[in-house]
Nanobody
Framework: QVELVESGGGSVQAGDSLRLSCEASGFRFSSYSMGWFRQAPGKEREIVAAISWNGGRLYYADSVQGRFTISRDNFKDTMYLQMTSLRPEDTAAYYC????????????????????WGQGTQVTVSS
């Protein structure tokens, strides 16, 4: 059974750092590009970052560029999101997701393109 489990969320102060992890099981991890999404109250779910199957190609939303770093370890079937210089506007539920790699694109940036989703982990940043 496919499972994506996020961890590492919590409540922090502005300027602090957090590292989110997403552990995958039940599918061939290296056959999928991966992504992080987030959704704040009253907001649409939005792409945060994405990474190709081998970690060679990366995408970041403008709002997190320079502050967040996405990475993956295919030996551990795990994806990470290192978040630094956190701001109150980063407060949201963060979800990891997997998209089938068919060779057309190195990564995907819309939620409709993702096949599997985790349950989410809450990140709250106070000022």
């Amino acid at each position: 059974q496919v499972e994506l489990v996020e961890s590492g969320g919590g409540s922090v102060q502005a300027g602090d750092s957090l590292r989110l992890s997403c552990e995958a099981s039940g599918f061939r991890f290296s056959s999928y590009s991966m992504g992080w999404f987030r959704q704040a109250p009253g907001k649409e779910r939005e792409i945060v970052a994405a990474i190709s199957w081998n970690g060679g190609r990366l995408y970041y939303a403008d709002s997190v560029q320079g502050r967040f770093t996405i990475s993956r370890d295919n030996f551990k079937d795990t994806m990470y999101l290192q978040m630094t210089s956190l701001r109150p506007e980063d407060t949201a539920a963060y979800y990891c997701a997997a998209a089938w790699n068919d060779g057309a694109f190195p990564y995907r940036v819309t939620q409709e393109e993702y096949a599997y989703w985790g349950q989410g982990t809450q990140v709250t940043v106070s000022s």
